[in-house]
């Protein structure tokens, strides 16, 4: 199938927009091959400290040659999506030992939930997280004994993260090595009804924590679509996952035999021997284009509209919103997955998941076909998916069709012709939405504003019933320099509530949403933001403005509001509390959202 112009023109211009930074990366990543590990040429005393708490694969490190494996793990026992981790180190040993080589863990980065933090303190440390797990990768590889990688993360900030460490060591061959959702329990849009009856008092904290407990009761990432899981949908459609590996559960066979596959395959790659694949020529900028493409059609979290750019420019690709907007724009929407539909990724995995829609997208010139892949081979190969035959992981071949159209389509027959996200802009400047869960008739929002300083303001005044008509609730004062960007999911109930009473609501925030956002229409990362003096900061209660997701628009129609003075306000209260006070330099650096909200370029 020729490949879609939009396509091919988006990812000239990308690879134009990239030439100067992407050579010199390469440059940078063929002479740090030229030099390999430095592990053969370290002190004795060196190598004794690197080989001294290796056990049984401590002579194998100091006397041959075999490739020795880094493990980087982001593992902790307080998140589901991360605990299952707690038993891979010991299987890549033993794959490892079986394939004559060695295995070590690198190092442990920090990984946190935004579920836990949502609505607290934390959560505004939760964007800069991703930027410190990459610095800390750092540290762990920096040691630079190791032949090849595997990277064992899931969620929300911390794939990307692993990804641009990945990317600064983009010499050495890596694997990325998935845990897999929890099993299915209470349904997710069960679990938001109660949410939002607990938001209007119907029910009381016991009946909250009931729901929430059926729907969070074990080991694996959290079942609904959000960020957690738009970050292994992209490993997959990026070629850093093995095929089909994204959404089997864990602590299973399978589970097991892929995590094995995985190291031994990172471990083939390795320039000790003839198949050497290093991360700078799988992540190159089709492959980029490919992963955007993978977001529009599932119905991505949003999240990865400043991920994606930030991990791009560790890689020398310059990445913007408007590329994302060309794609979705020619990017049908082929799966419904909660927030945008009923299922959850168990369900959308047994329809025909993530292989069946690789299928599609390429039958229909949608992705580019011949990136490389760790998974060996062209995007063809994602179109398979793992069995487990005596023991032994094996790749067959997927399904041709979808298992139900309620959960995923043909693109022939899309649940929408266009993808899940939007670039809005105009004149309060730029901002996103996620368009899949949005009914039509609440795409286009033209009211007056209601503006906050603070979430906490929002709830009061809905719990207050102030809010009764056709609103724009504008919260601002919520971007990277203000106070790291937080989610703000905790608004989701009560704006949920608004429109269940048949009032137009829109959100418009330089803030965030979480990936599991869905049915109100919200307008976000609007940059510049309002600390940076951005039209957002000029707002007035009563305001008239346009939120348009169909035309793209973004607009103030009261005249005479650029002309204000910009708000300041006292953000004091940002500074310090739940490691706050630590973060200080990271607000004073951190760039735009989108340019990827990052203090490292």
Not at 558 to 564: A, E, H, I, K, Q
Request: net charge negative; with cysteine; hydrophobic share 40%.
């Amino acid at each position: 199938m020729t490949l879609n112009d939009t396509i091919a023109r988006v990812t000239d211009r990308i690879i134009a927009r990239s030439e100067g930074p992407r050579g010199d990366y390469l440059k940078r990543m063929a002479d740090a091959r030229v030099k390999g590990p430095a592990r053969g040429h370290l002190s004795c005393s060196g190598q004794a400290h690197a080989y001294a708490g290796a056990g049984p694969d401590q002579s194998a490190m100091a006397h041959e040659t075999a490739p020795n494996l880094g493990i980087v793990t982001t593992y902790n026992d307080m998140l589901s999506a991360h605990q299952p981790f707690e038993r891979f180190p010991e299987l890549i040993r033993e794959a490892a030992r079986a394939a004559g080589a060695t295995a070590q863990v690198a190092g442990g980065v920090p990984a946190m939930c935004d579920g836990v933090t949502q609505g607290e303190p934390g959560m505004e440390l939760s964007l800069f997280s991703r930027d410190l797990i990459a610095m800390a990768t750092g540290i762990a590889m920096t040691h630079n004994t190791f032949d090849a990688a595997v990277y064992l993360g899931v969620c929300d900030k911390i794939v990307p993260g692993l990804i641009i460490a990945a990317q600064t060591f983009g010499h050495i061959p890596t694997v990325f090595l998935p845990a897999g959702p929890m099993t299915s329990g209470l349904s997710n849009d069960e679990k938001s009804q109660v949410r939002q009856k607990f938001a209007a008092g119907e029910v009381g904290r016991d009946a909250l924590m009931k729901a929430e407990m059926g729907a969070y009761h074990g080991p694996g990432t959290c079942t609904f679509y959000g960020t957690a899981n738009t970050n292994q949908m992209l490993m997959e459609f990026m070629g850093m996952h093995l095929p089909g590996s994204s959404f089997v559960t864990p602590n299973t066979g399978l589970r097991d035999a892929l995590t094995q596959a995985g190291a031994q395959r990172a471990l083939a790659h390795s320039d000790l021997g003839d198949n050497y694949l290093p991360v700078c020529d799988v992540l190159d900028e089709k492959a980029y284009v490919n992963g955007i493409i993978g977001l529009n059609a599932t119905g991505g979290s949003t999240n990865l509209l400043i991920h994606l750019v930030a991990m791009a420019r560790a890689g020398g690709i310059i990445l913007d919103w408007q590329d994302f907007s060309d794609l979705s724009e020619v990017t049908p929407l082929l799966a419904r997955v909660y927030p945008n539909g009923l299922a959850d990724v168990n369900h959308f995995h047994a329809a025909g998941g993530l292989g069946y829609l690789i299928r599609e997208l390429l039958g229909a010139g949608l992705l580019h076909p011949d990136t490389k892949t760790v998974g060996g081979g062209g995007l063809e190969v994602y179109t398979r998916e793992p069995k487990l035959r005596d023991g032994v992981v094996v790749w067959e071949d997927g399904t041709a069709k979808s298992l139900n159209e309620k959960i995923v389509r043909p693109a022939s027959d899309p649940f929408q012709p266009t993808g899940g996200l939007k670039r809005l802009n105009g004149s309060l400047g730029n901002a996103v939405m996620k368009v899949s869960a949005v009914k039509p008739e609440h795409q286009i929002v033209e009211a007056p504003v209601r503006v906050f300083n603070d979430q906490e303001d929002v709830k009061a005044a809905c719990k207050a019933g102030e809010i009764i008509e056709d609103t724009v609730v504008v919260v601002r004062f919520q971007g990277p320099k203000a106070n790291g960007m937080p989610e703000l999911h905790s608004l989701t109930p009560v704006l949920k509530n608004l429109q269940a009473k048949g009032i137009n609501v829109a959100l418009v925030t330089d803030g965030r949403m979480s990936g599991a956002s869905g049915s109100v229409p919200s307008a976000i990362h609007v940059s510049p933001e309002a600390l940076d003096g951005g039209a957002i900061s000029k707002l007035q209660d009563g305001d008239i403005l346009r939120v348009d997701a169909v035309a793209g628009d973004l607009d103030i129609l009261t005249p005479g509001v650029l002309d204000r003075a910009a708000v300041r306000v006292n953000l004091g209260a940002n500074e310090f509390g739940l490691g706050r006070e630590l973060f200080a330099q990271f607000r004073r650096s951190v760039g735009t959202a989108d340019t990827g909200a990052s203090v490292l370029f």
